[in-house]
């Protein structure tokens, strides 16, 4: 017999090498099996690559510009092939992204400040430029400071999942308590301190106690985000971002219907048992191009004590009279307590997101907040560009004003042609055909004409509701436009979405 050591080495060698080999055809084959259940739900996603600068004529690679279309005459045809594709998918709401004095200063902050700083902000990665943003987007929104974040996705995670450290043995005052976080932020650091949240007075619970100066009760509130003794409640159509950064809170989650303000305010008179509560919302919605609407959802905040936080990355830049956003389109900018966005889209598109605020808010956030402590600062190129961009902004609201017209001409035009149009009075105009494939296939038969477009279907959406999401910029021209309508009509009667 042998030792017992021995037997089971025997029983058990398999060559390591081969081991690894094994579990590698195992991960293949899983990972295989995924792909091709999304190829055969016709949810694959292709990525095209483009050749050029953003803007609304692109060059795609291996497309030549497009197949004419029978009723336009071919000096037309011609122009599509020298002008490229038409692009009707990117979030280039003001078409600064290729904008000359955006790209001046693009060039001119890296050649002054480098190409970035290898650092986060806290250590060697904060520059002047950096802080005259952080003003300046304060500014814009009217609020009292501002936090940047390598995009708004981050900016979303950070304020959720931000927690306050307090010494063993911290005396609280007034009505302020803690509530313990068993889930410390770093668990390998400060051995014996308490991972807690601050929470101070809530609105509604009366007059704030007199230790508080005027004006404090919601931003010393707002040190509290998020709590297991406090509530967040969510519009279900709420961006990706939101929804992943309010599942790293701790606090009690409450879903309300879409747009719905009767359940809103049930939501809302449910949640009165918790100390904290803050309705999330998206100002404008991405997928399906409607607004939040915010005085309802303001009014319900006052009456139940909540407060309100908006995701404005598909509003900042271009709702409103000057570009301010949801809040100014609908006149309560001094209602809503919290704005994160994106510099993105709007503001030059490159990259970037942030929180806006009061000043208690951001400073915490400085101090606690994941994604922007452990995340490399932007690039100074970056910053640069989302700068001027907002120069461009405040100086002049023509741009702005000139979105609000294109978006009811192709609107309109393609509602008469018979296709139904979600959303109301945004640049995002998805054309809603339901079939996951029919979208895609759609969408891929545009490019064939010149018009650049993306089928989106599930998980982007719901099931049972694929689209064809159209955005309109400030910088393409009616004649765009109408081009982009009639290859719609066309590919549509091809694939029967229209008779």
Known sequence: MWPGNAWRAALFWVPRGRRAQSALAQLRGILEGELEGIRGAGTWK???????????????????????????????????FTSGILNFCANNYLGLSSHPEVIQAGLQALEEFGAGLSSVRFI??????????EAKIARFHQREDAILYPSCYDANAGLFESRALVQPGTETRGPQREAQNTL???????????????????????????????GSTLTASLQALLTPEDAVLSDELNHASIIDGIR?????????????????????????????????????????????????????????????FMDECHATGFLGPTGRGTDELLG??????????????????????????????????????????FSNSLPPAVVGCASKALDLLMGSNTI????????????????????????????????????????????????????????FSYPVVPKGKARIRVQISAVHSEEDIDR????????????????
Not at 428 to 455: E, H, N, Y
């Open 124 to 133: 060697c990665g904060t520059q002047s430029i950096h802080k005259n943003l």
């Open 46 to 80: 292709s990525e095209r690559v483009i050749t050029s600068r953003q803007g609304p004529h692109i060059r795609v690679d291996g497309v030549s510009g497009g197949l004419p279309l029978p009723h336009l005459s071919c000096c037309i045809h011609l122009l599509s």
């Open 400 to 455: 702005v004003q000139s979105m609000a017209a294109k978006t009811q001409r192709f609107r309109s035009k393609m509602e008469a042609a018979g296709f139904t149009i979600s959303g109301a009075s945004h640049p995002i105009c998805p054309v809603m055909l339901g079939d996951a494939r029919l979208a895609s296939r759609m969408a891929d038969d545009m490019l064939k004409r010149g018009i650049f477009v993306i089928g």
């Open 248 to 308: 790293l809170c701790k606090a009690h989650k409450y879903r309300y219907r879409h747009l719905d303000m009767a359940d809103l305010e049930a939501k809302l008179q449910e949640a009165q048992k918790h100390r904290l509560r803050l309705v999330a919302t998206d100002g404008a919605f991405s997928m399906d191009g409607d607004i939040a609407p915010l005085q309802e959802i303001c009014c319900l905040a006052s009456r139940y004590g909540a407060l309100v």
């Open 184 to 214: 410390p932020l770093y668990p390998e650091e400060r051995p014996g301190w308490q991972y807690s949240f601050l929470i101070c007075w809530s609105p509604g619970q009366g007059r704030s106690p007199g230790w508080l100066n005027d």
């Open 484 to 499: 982009c309508v009639e290859a719609f009509v066309e590919v549509g009667r091809l694939h029967g979405a229209l008779p």
């Open 332 to 373: 309560v900018m001094d209602q809503v307590t919290i704005i994160n966005s994106t510099l993105g889209k709007a503001l030059g598109g490159a990259s970037g997101g942030y929180t806006t605020g009061p000043g208690p808010l951001v400073s915490l956030l400085r101090q606690r907040a994941r994604p922007y402590l």
